[in-house]
């Protein structure tokens, strides 16, 4: 299965950011989590990072017509507002969508409690920590055409 993880703004800050809510462990850690999930489960794993919108939404567009099944996106900041993350996840629906965030949104500051880019997903996974990342990978596999 070729899975894209898509991770938006300040996500490459893992390890030096607000460490007492996203834990100390840093960006190439999650890297090296991810890689290993992809060996174990035998599946190809593209992890992209932008702190730009615009890109973001290019690289949701090209998982389009390059064959990605699956996607995992942590649009930071953008999922509280980011109706055009929205639009560019609505719009392909030839794969199986997973929202992950690290932190437990639900028990934060209240804009964060609202998700516009969710309902454009098929599962939401929110508060496990960067284990989160291996749930979602783990949702998609579920769908994997055998």
């Known amino acids: 299965m ?13 390890g030096i950011r607000e460490k007492n809510i996203y834990g100390t462990k840093d960006y190439d850690g999650l890297l090296q989590m991810i890689a290993e999930k992809g060996e174990k489960e035998h599946c190809q794993i593209e992890v992209f990072q932008s702190n730009h919108e615009g890109a973001i939404i290019d690289r949701i567009q090209d998982a389009y017509f390059d064959g990605t099944q699956g996607l995992v996106i942590n649009p930071g900041a953008y999922t509280h507002y980011s109706y055009a ?9 030839t794969m199986k969508k997973v929202e992950v965030h690290i932190s437990d949104i639900t028990n934060r500051e209240e804009f964060r409690k609202i998700s516009v880019t969710a309902p454009a997903c098929d599962e939401q996974i929110y508060g496990k920590g960067l284990d989160g990342y291996l749930l979602a990978i783990d949702f998609l596999l579920k769908f994997e055409k055998k």
């Open 85 to 93: 993350i929205h639009d560019a996840l609505a719009g392909v629906t």
């Open 2 to 14: 070729k899975i894209l993880i898509i991770n938006g703004p300040n996500l490459n800050f893992l």
